[in-house]
């Protein structure tokens, strides 16, 4: 109550929330019984209600009940933002099972070593989507698929903006349209009758959800959720977002679902509002402005880069972005000339906060008032703490407005890393402390800035690259010896991946072949745009590759 920080809260933003004691079930089945008529999910027009989305929770999670899911079963979803994940959400937690949410786009490769280590045997996935799952290996126990088709769900949609390129789309649109072998259909999970009332719902400290991240190193690492953190963090955004109404705010689901932001801003938050979800496969700025004609944006968070091309185009088209009055930058640095191109066509405040998967995931955040300060990552939401200490020894705290790590606690901060104690005591100090890897300064109110990263991650686009991962793959090239994968800075988008690489004697630098290389074992986004040879990688004393002066060679 005490700290400095908390003079600069918005007026009417507590210091402290009440902390939940039911689980997210709770949540949602308040929302439905208070909700019922209002508008729940828009989706490219089509519209459910409250009454009809619990209706459909019900039976789903019915269904998924008869296939065997229990509580403490993970169940994968490999969905692009569709009115179908809400439901499939909650379906699965009103079992007492545990979400595990992943990028549709991920390759084969990556989704293996994800499946592989959480161990799901059932997973609800976009057709598109299922041929990757179909060619699991046998480490991974998956044996059921639920296939999600958008076009015989959404018949009325002209086009979906998701990264499957619209000639592609429309020259397999019979083939989309078909049931896929060896798959349950959606449509008939929605056919069984709703689960008994009495089934046990979950405990607020039950796990909810394993949300991978790349962490500060290494391969993606499931941060275990629970109901607890996800609720917490949901009522932490409601205090922050002080003055938004029930059943009033318009949601523009923009960010994936399987982001840890758009999970919590628009799954557990949205929800807990009783707001409308206009919810976007993947951003489309045309299709966006589209549907403000109609649901105009009263809460709109996204990265940079949206915020961005949103306010330009609506200026270009006269298209009127005044209602939106929530609008919360996160995942990247936000620039000043952004937050006043927007703040010139919008009815608010556009503030930075900062989050991590492992804080489910805001943490801290900038006041929607005057006492805002861009530049800054803000200072601690209600109920968070934290706190600034050496790099070299996170058990001594630094002096005031010195650099050091950052440290985070709350009733949002996860309780370890799936199966991995040891990433878990690296990362969880005593006292339930998380260190985030980033180097900050504080000032004497609190507002933080970020000055450098101990993580080694790249952010591009808001979404988190593991050099180490692109490595690996990339280290498999025939023509390669050694690569170093780094980060550039990139504009608005963040940063570019790049790599270095030393290539065989007499191997010539093709960068569009090592770019199809990378394509077929990675993410889009994880894949380098810029490639430089050398002979020999900058290296220390001890062997180990200096990435700054990596990063050196792609100046200029």
């Known amino acids: ?12 933003v507590p210091a402290q929330i009440e902390l939940p004691t039911e689980s997210l079930v709770a949540l949602y089945e308040r929302s439905v019984a208070e909700a019922g008529d209002s508008v729940a999910t828009e989706f490219f027009g089509r519209t459910t209600t409250y009454a009809e989305l619990g209706d459909q929770i019900e039976r789903a999670a019915e269904a998924l009940r008869r296939l065997g899911v229990g509580a403490g079963d993970r169940v994968a979803l490999v969905l692009p933002n569709c009115p179908q994940g809400v439901v499939a959400f909650y379906a699965v937690l009103r079992l007492g099972a545990v979400v595990v949410q992943h990028n549709p786009l991920y390759t084969d490769r990556e989704l293996a070593h994800i499946f592989t280590d959480h161990g799901a045997r059932v997973a609800i996935c976009w057709d598109v989507a299922v041929p990757k799952l179909q060619q699991m290996p046998a480490t991974a126990p998956l044996r059921t698929i639920v296939s999600v088709n958008l076009l015989n769900a959404f018949p009325l949609v002209k086009r ?26 959606w449509e008939t999970l929605l056919q069984a009758p709703p689960i008994a009332s009495d089934h046990p719902r979950p405990d607020v400290h039950d796990l909810a959800a394993i949300q991978y991240t790349s962490g500060t190193t290494g391969l993606p690492k499931g941060a275990m959720l629970s109901h607890f953190n996800l609720f917490a963090n949901a009522r932490q955004g409601e205090a922050w977002m002080y003055g938004a109404e029930y059943r009033k705010e318009n949601f523009y689901a923009i960010l994936p679902f399987f982001h840890a932001f758009g999970m919590t801003l628009f799954l557990t938050y949205g929800i807990l509002k009783q707001g409308r979800l206009v919810i976007f496969p ?8 589209d549907a403000a004609k109609k649901s105009p944006p009263t809460v709109y968070c996204a990265v940079p880069p949206i915020y961005q091309r949103t306010a330009e185009r609506a200026e270009q088209r006269g298209i009127s972005l005044r209602s939106a009055r929530f609008c919360i930058s996160g995942a990247m640095t936000l620039p000043a000339d952004v937050v006043k191109l927007w703040e010139g066509v919008s009815g608010g405040l556009l503030v930075e906060g900062y989050g991590m998967t492992e804080a489910s995931p805001v943490c801290l955040g900038n006041p929607f008032a005057p006492s805002r300060r861009n530049g800054t990552i803000g200072i601690p939401f209600p109920s968070t703490d934290m706190k600034v200490v050496s790099v070299d020894d996170p058990a001594v ?13 709350g009733p949002q901060v996860f309780s370890g890393y799936w199966n991995n104690p040891d990433e878990t005591a690296k990362t969880l100090l005593p006292g339930g402390w998380l260190r985030t890897g980033d180097v900050v300064t504080v000032d004497a109110d609190g507002f933080t800035t970020i000055v450098d990263r101990l993580k080694e991650l790249i952010i591009t686009g808001g979404f988190n690259v593991a050099p ?13 010896v050694e690569v170093c994968v780094v980060g550039i800075p990139a504009g608005s988008t963040g940063e570019t991946v790049a790599a270095a690489v030393v290539l065989r004697p007499g191997a010539q630098l093709d960068e569009r072949a090592l770019r199809s290389w990378g394509k077929e074992r990675l993410a889009a986004y994880k894949v380098p745009h810029r490639f430089v040879s050398v002979d020999e990688l900058p290296k220390s004393m001890l062997g180990k590759v200096i990435r700054k002066d990596v990063a050196k060679l792609f100046e200029g």
């Not at 019979?174 to 798959?183: D, F, I």
């Not at 180490?468 to 390669?480: A, G, K, N, T």
């Open 1 to 12: 109550m005490d700290a400095p920080w908390v003079k600069h809260y918005q007026p009417g």
């Open 282 to 289: 993947s951003f489309d700025v045309d299709l966006v402005l």
């Open 160 to 185: 979906l903006a998701l990264a499957l390129p619209l000639p592609q789309l429309r020259a397999t649109r019979a083939k989309l349209t078909a049931p896929v072998s060896g798959t349950i259909a």
């Open 397 to 409: 705290e630094v002096a005031p407005g010195e650099r050091g790590e950052l440290l985070i606690a």
């Open 468 to 480: 180490s991962e692109v490595e690996e793959e990339l280290r498999q090239h025939p023509d390669i």
